[in-house]
């Protein structure tokens, strides 16, 4: 079966072919993903699941790029992007948001629209999906807090409900997931103050500028907060702020971020991630767990 020519006939100008996934990642980087597909309806990734089922070839699911790093060799298969998937809809006290809708795009309706819970969440690069995948935080709230449910279909393309009831979940992370595709979710929020809610988002786009290498092209924070502690500081006191392999460097400005501050390989990036590890270990004795997901070999 020849599964590129199906995927063209069916999506035509939705997808791409050896796309080069340095357009598709927040780091900048990474090789040619083989067939990188946009879908947007039911029927679109019953297609594709269908496909990459019969043709035994693996899918990988693409929300903004912004918490991963591909692999210079690139990836082959189907990847998914969920771009097209950009729905928001606001239903009194409930905001409903298609997976591939920017995060931060929902957080903008919701203070618009005067409801509090999510607003400290301003400024996260990814969208819906990916903030779902990891229960993305900042500044003390994080998204499992305000989720009712979300929709979701296997890979076998079956549709179902899941309640955050029904899972586990914690810091920057959600147990159960890991077999199902995101479609949409609903966030249920309470009635705030306009003026208030609208200063507070101002203050934490602010405090990102500020503190945030936003300058160059990052992934935001590479490592998990180790318990009672911060990724960053541990880094710092390891004398790693500067610390640089090929374009890769560990940001003066935020040494929990990595930036690609001229012109770095993905390779680059892993090799400076697992130096800083290493010495993070040496100096500290604490292991420091990859926040990051990695794509392809390195």
Known sequence: MDFEKEIKEFFGENCEFDAPMRRHTTYKTGG????????????????????????????????????????????????????????????????????????????????????????????????????????????????FETLEYF?????????????????????????????FIIISAAFKLTKGDYKTLTETRNLVLSKRTANQPLDYPSAGSVFKRPQGDYASRLIDAAGLRGLSRGGAKVSEKHAGFIINFNH??????????????????????INLELEQILWGKF
């Open 264 to 285: 770095a390989s993905s390779q680059d990036i892993k090799d400076l991630i697992d130096e800083v590890k290493r010495i993070v270990k040496e100096k500290s004795s």
């Open 151 to 179: 929709e979701v279909m296997d890979f076998d393309g079956r549709p179902s409900i899941i309640s955050k009831e029904d899972l586990k979940f914690g810091y920057r992370s959600v147990d159960g997931i890991e077999n």
């Open 32 to 143: 040619p993903a083989r067939v990188l597909v946009y879908p947007k309806t039911s029927e679109d990734w019953s297609f594709i699941l269908n496909l990459a089922r019969l043709s035994e070839i693996p899918i990988r699911i693409l929300g903004f790029g912004s918490n991963l790093l591909v692999s210079d060799k690139g990836i082959d298969g189907i990847t998914a992007s969920t771009r097209r998937m950009n729905d928001v809809a606001v239903d009194g006290e409930t905001i409903k948001a298609e997976a591939g809708a920017p995060l931060d795009k929902v957080v903008e309706i919701a203070v618009d629209n005067g409801l509090a819970g999510i607003e400290k969440l301003s400024g996260i690069p990814g969208s819906v999906g990916g903030a779902i995948r990891m229960n993305a935080g900042a500044f003390g709230q994080e998204t």
